[in-house]
């Protein structure tokens, strides 16, 4: 997977990670489009990319399957600024939110910021399920810092779920990113 490099210390700002999710239409394109919006807005920047995997649904299982994958950002935001900002992508991008876990043009979660622990109505970090979706832990790992605060977790959490048989997810291509170098890898 191709990832967006940016030398330490470039752009002042928290490390961010966020799942990003499409089982509708054009599902690569909005991936890309999401990425897009994201990297375009003032103080957020997309540093890596995952490879993009296949995923079966999950909770509401009677849609299209998913693609998935994770991004590494600098944000100068807030949490809460960032999800806002996160959630006006969705809603450019057409998310319409009549069925919990139901089919999505994009779905964008964020998952992990500077090892910041927080629960509010609007935002729990980490992300409450993260750790048991193999669709999410598998992309964040290849974006992951070497060093993240919860980067033992994250691996811990995917080991126990391959072990337990769970899988439903398949690679199925990488995204260039802009100035890209070498695949984050892990």
């Known amino acids: 997977m191709a990832d967006m ?29 999401a990425l897009r919006r994201l990297h375009a807005r003032d103080g957020i920047a997309v540093d890596r990319v995952s490879a993009v995997y296949e995923t079966d649904p999950v909770g509401y299982t009677e ?19 960032l999800l806002r900002e996160m959630l006006e992508v969705e809603r450019e991008l057409g998310r319409v939110r009549n069925i919990r876990f139901g089919p999505r043009t994009i779905d964008l979660d964020l998952l992990l910021m500077d090892g910041v622990r927080i629960e509010t109505d609007e935002l729990t ?19 992951m810092d070497e ?14 779920a391959l072990s337990q048989g769970k899988d439903g997810i398949a690679l199925w291509t990488t995204i260039t990113w802009p100035c890209a170098s070498a695949h984050s890898g892990s």
């Open 63 to 81: 849609q299209p399957k998913f693609l998935n994958m994770a991004a590494a950002l600098t944000t100068e935001r807030q949490p809460s600024d």
């Open 125 to 143: 970090l980490p992300h409450p399920r993260m750790m048991e979706r193999l669709f999410v832990l598998v992309p964040l790992l290849e974006v």
């Open 147 to 160: 060093h993240a605060p919860d980067r033992a977790a994250v691996e811990a959490a995917a080991r126990a």
């Open 5 to 33: 490099h940016r030398e330490a210390g470039a752009r002042p700002g928290r490390r961010a990670y966020i799942a990003l999710g499409s089982n509708l239409g054009d599902r690569e394109a909005y991936l890309r489009e």
